[in-house]
C-alpha cells in the first residue's frame, strides 16, 4: 500500500522537523526539508548527523548506512519547489493555529493532488486543519513524540473526513520507519496531551500552591509512579510555552476550568522563562552539563 510514498517533504527544520526527516531518510526516502531559513536547516543538518553518530556508537547503524541517509537529504526553502513531487508532506511547523493554516493552503496549492497532507500537531484540530484545504480526506495528522529518532509512538489523528485508505496508508508508513502507530479521532489534545497535560499543569498548580518544591514533586512521580522524567523536568524538555499552548487549546476546547493554564506556567512563559530551549524554566541549564540544578526562583 505504501509502495507509491517515494518522496517525502518536512516543513520545519527545529527539533521535530529535523527528526522527522532523520528517521525516513534512514528509512529510504528521498526527503525535502524546507524551511524559509537556510541557516536553520544548516544546523539541522549538523544535529542529524550528530545524532546519527551516536547510532553508529551503539551499533544501530552503520557509516555506510549514515551517508546514504544523509545523501537522502535535500533543503529547500521555497515551498512550492520542495512539495512538486512530493507523496507526502509532514508539516512540523511552530504550534500556533494561524500558521498551520497559513501553511496547509500553501501545501494544498502547490501539492500535486495524490499528495498525502499530515500535520505534526500535538493539539491542534485536524479537521479544522483539513478545512482549509480542498482535499480534507487527504490531511491526517502525524504526532511524532521528542526525540524522533528514539521515540516510537506516532500517534495517528484522523479528521472528521479522512479517508480510510489514508489512514492505513500512514498506519502502514510509520511502522515501515520503525515506529508504533496508535489510531485516535480529533479530540482537543488527542490522547497524549489530553491526559500528559493536565497532568503536567497540575504539577505546576502543586509547586504555585506551595504543596512540595520542584525536586519532591519531580522525585515522587519518578519513583512512585515509574515515570522516567518528572513531570516539571518534562515540562522544561517539551518548552512551557507549548504546555501553555496546549492547555490553552485544551481549555478552549472543553470549555472547562480544569483546563486553565496555571499563573505560575502563565508567568514562567509571559517572561521568557521556557525551559530548555530558553536555558532556565523549573531548572537550569547550562551547556555541556548534565546536572540537573532547580532555579534558584525554586530554591528554598
Known amino acids: 500500500m505504501i509502495q507509491h510514498i ?5 516543513i520545519g527544520s527545529g527539533t521535530m522537523g529535523n527528526g522527522i526527516c532523520h528517521v525516513f531518510a534512514q528509512a ?18 549538523i544535529t542529524i548527523a550528530k545524532n546519527m ?18 545523501a537522502n ?4 526553502t521555497d515551498m512550492a519547489s520542495a512539495v512538486k513531487d512530493a507523496d507526502l508532506v509532514v508539516e512540523a511547523a511552530t504550534e500556533n493555529i494561524d500558521l498551520k493554516l497559513k501553511i496547509f493552503k500553501q501545501l494544498d496549492e502547490f501539492s500535486p493532488e495524490k499528495t498525502i497532507l499530515a500535520s505534526n500537531t500535538s ?47 500512514i498506519r502502514e508508513l510509520s511502522i515501515f520507519i520503525g515506529k508504533v502507530p496508535c489510531i485516535v479521532n480529533d479530540f482537543p489534545g488527542f490522547i497524549s496531551n489530553r ?5 503536567i499543569n497540575e504539577a505546576i498548580l502543586s509547586l504555585q500552591e506551595g504543596v512540595a518544591n520542584v525536586e519532591d514533586i519531580d522525585t515522587i512521580m519518578k519513583l512512585g509512579m515509574a515515570h522516567p522524567m518528572g513531570p516539571l523536568q518534562l515540562a522544561d524538555f517539551i518548552g512551557l510555552d507549548t504546555c501553555f499552548n496546549i ?3 485544551l481549555y478552549t476546547g472543553f470549555g472547562n476550568q480544569k483546563y486553565a493554564p496555571a499563573v505560575l506556567l502563565t508567568n ?3 517572561a521568557g522563562y521556557l525551559g530548555v530551549k530558553s536555558g532556565e524554566g523549573f531548572y537550569k541549564y547550562t551547556p555541556g552539563s548534565k546536572e540537573l540544578v532547580v532555579s534558584s526562583r525554586f530554591k528554598k
Do not use: C, W
Open 6 to 10: 517515494k518522496n517525502v517533504t518536512v
Open 28 to 45: 529510504g526516502f528521498k526527503v525535502n526539508m524546507m524551511d524559509i531559513n537556510q541557516a536553520a536547516m544548516d544546523k539541522a543538518l
Open 53 to 70: 553518530d551516536r547510532q553508529i556508537a551503539k551499533a544501530a547503524m552503520t557509516e555506510e548506512a549514515k551517508a546514504a541517509a544523509l
Open 73 to 76: 537529504i535535500s533543503t529547500y
Open 123 to 169: 493539539s491542534i484540530s485536524l479537521t479544522r486543519i483539513a478545512s482549509h484545504t480542498n482535499r480534507p480526506g487527504k490531511v491526517i495528522g502525524m504526532h511524532f513524540m521528542n526525540p524522533v529518532p528514539v521515540m516510537k509512538l506516532v500517534e495517528i489523528i484522523n479528521g472528521y473526513a479522512t479517508d480510510q485508505e489514508v489512514t492505513d496508508i
Open 195 to 199: 491526559i500528559l497535560m493536565p497532568l
Open 247 to 249: 492547555m490553552n487549546v
Open 268 to 270: 514562567m512563559v509571559q
